[in-house]
């Protein structure tokens, strides 16, 4: 086998993070956990330095970086502490990385993308919101930087496995007329509008079928995850939003379809667990044990699709119009809803609320042409400025 290959977990103690460490602790000989990055909770962090050892520990706080430094000298870990995001930025860019699993959530997970696009790492990318905030420089920082983009989110994954070798090339050329995204339609799939009024943060976190962070378990019950993850398909494939097709899938068994212009559509089933496409793009282009259980078709019995429902789900509507919209409304929407989810794990807004804020927002930045990373930040800026008004305004009234 080929030498141990050093990888960076940006997002190391959320959960896609510590799925990823299963998945490595699984394959000794073949990775490493060279880096591992978190916001500013230290237990976590310290216990997996404790077990895997890393090179390099980074925390976004000081004052957490500085509680690890004191935690792993007192276990006589020589792990070196780093703090900021620059300092993630570094370990993803780092000579001796191969790859860098890209797992921080939210906005704040672009630049240390970036810069492992930048410098030609293979890049497992989670942090859905990079390309929906900067799809168009991220994809061209891939490709100056002769990185390789192997998707993690379980979807794009799964279309990911169903393409030919040459889809790169563009989805016509290639025989493919359509992606059929799967949604599982979360929690509130068959709820009214009167009941989606008043459902609560606790009801809104219990996922039926994924175990995950509290801000996509939020997007999942929104329907806002599978806009996202529209823009997110957009770059990843090149497909155009006509080419893009939202299915309601309630077992969350076929991870998402692709339809060729022979009749054909393949898809990608499995069990939901995050650790097959980390596996899948870990060990690719060989196939890894992931410890994920093996699919029990006779145990599920039977594969539903439902059409979505945008009255109900408005944030699917939002997020296909700011891709048809292009430049900065993606980032708008992002910033806004990140906000928005925020507001509403707080219990300050209400559920409903979370689109309403989103399109205020959308309509009172308005839209700007991208040429460089400052666009998107200044608009993600000014989405967060104006989402944040927005919320004073109604927690005052
Ligand atoms: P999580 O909340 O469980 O973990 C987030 C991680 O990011 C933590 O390690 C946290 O310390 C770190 N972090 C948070 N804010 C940060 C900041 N400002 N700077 C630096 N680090 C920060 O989230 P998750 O569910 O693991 O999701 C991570 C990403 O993967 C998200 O973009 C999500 O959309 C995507 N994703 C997750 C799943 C899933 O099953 N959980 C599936 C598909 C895609
Ligand atoms: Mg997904």
Not at 257 to 281: F, K, W
Not at 320 to 338: I, S
Request: net charge negative; glycine share 8%.
């Amino acid at each position: 086998m080929s030498k141990v290959q050093n990888i960076t977990v940006l997002g190391a103690t959320g959960t896609i993070g510590a799925n990823t460490l299963d998945v490595i602790a699984r394959h000794p000989g073949r990775f490493r956990a060279y880096a591992l990055t978190a916001h500013s909770k230290v237990e976590p962090l310290l216990r997996q330095c404790q077990q895997f050892h890393p090179r390099y520990a980074v925390m976004l706080d000081p004052d957490a970086a500085e509680r690890l430094e004191h935690g792993l000298r007192s276990l006589e870990l020589d792990t070196e502490v780093l703090c900021g995001i620059e300092a993630m930025e570094f370990v993803s860019s780092l000579e001796e990385v191969d790859a860098v699993m890209a797992a921080i959530v939210g906005a704040a997970g672009l630049k240390p993308a970036l810069a492992a696009a930048n410098a030609g790492k293979k890049v497992l990318l989670a942090n859905k919101e990079t390309l929906v905030m900067s799809g168009a420089l991220f994809m061209q920082a891939v490709r100056q930087g002769g990185a390789t983009l192997l998707p993690i989110d379980s979807e794009h994954n799964a279309i990911f496995q169903c393409m030919p070798p040459n889809f790169s090339q563009g989805l016509g050329p290639a025989g493919i007329t359509k992606i059929l995204l799967t949604a599982s339609g979360g929690p509130f799939r068959k709820f009214t509008l009167d009941q989606l009024a008043h459902v609560t943060p606790a009801q809104a976190l219990n996922h039926p079928n994924w175990v995950m962070g509290p801000k996509i378990t939020i997007d999942s019950a929104t329907l806002m995850n599978k806009g996202l993850e529209v823009i997110e398909a957009h770059w990843l494939f090149d497909a155009a939003p006509d080419q893009i097709e939202v299915v309601i899938h309630p077992q969350s068994v076929i991870h998402s379809m692709v339809q060729y212009n022979d009749g054909s559509v393949l898809a990608e089933l499995g069990n939901p667990d995050m650790r097959t496409p980390i596996a899948h793009a870990l060990g690719c282009p060989e196939r890894i044990e992931s410890g994920v259980a093996p699919l029990d078709i006779f145990a599920i019995g039977q594969l539903n699709f439902e059409r979505p429902d945008t009255g109900r789900f408005p944030c699917l509507r939002l997020a296909f119009e700011a891709l048809d919209e292009g430049g900065t409304a993606p980032a708008v929407l992002n910033a806004a809803n990140e906000i928005a989810v925020q507001a509403f794990l707080a219990g300050n807004i209400t559920f409903m609320d979370i689109p309403r804020m989103i399109e205020t927002t959308l309509s009172e930045v308005g839209t700007a042409a991208v040429s460089g990373l400052d666009d998107v930040v200044n608009a993600d800026a000014q989405a967060r400025a104006v989402a944040s008004d927005w919320l004073e305004r109604k927690v005052t009234c």
